[in-house]
């Protein structure tokens, strides 16, 4: 089991930044690869980033490529993604999840196991 608890959201203008963070609970997590997704109204819930459970690989979607960046700490248990130039249709709600090391593709929100309850993130224009 896996319990993942999310922070760090709120409202921003647009080319503003903010920083999400998602701490986790168990002993195995640095066997899970993390992601994050993000849902916005009315929009199924997309794949925003990920990364490998040893930290050396990580993928994005292409809206967000070259802003945000995905990290890990796995002696702290948490998981964080930096986000840089927000734009306002950057504005969801952000979730943190875990999928088993060597189940894909990262990208597919069926891999993954565990999630945490969200943090909305506000982009002003």
């Known amino acids: 089991q896996v319990q993942l608890v999310e922070s760090g959201g709120g409202l921003v203008q647009a080319g503003g930044s903010l920083r999400l963070s998602c701490a986790a609970s168990?002993?195995?997590?640095?066997?899970?690869?993390m992601g994050w997704f993000r849902q916005a109204p009315g929009k199924e819930r997309e794949f925003v980033a990920a990364i490998r459970w040893s930290g050396d690989t990580t993928y994005y979607t292409d809206s967000v490529k070259g802003r945000f960046t995905i990290s890990r700490d796995n002696a702290r248990n948490t998981v964080s993604l930096q986000m840089n130039s927000l734009k306002p249709e950057d504005t969801a709600v952000y979730y943190c999840?875990?999928?088993?090391?060597?189940?894909?593709?990262?990208?597919?929100?069926?891999?993954?196991?565990?999630w945490g309850q969200g943090t909305q993130v506000t982009v002003s224009s």
């Open positions: 168990g002993r195995t997590f640095s066997s899970y690869t």
């Open positions: 999840a875990a999928a088993p090391r060597f189940r894909s593709p990262y990208t597919d929100r069926r891999v993954y196991d565990y």
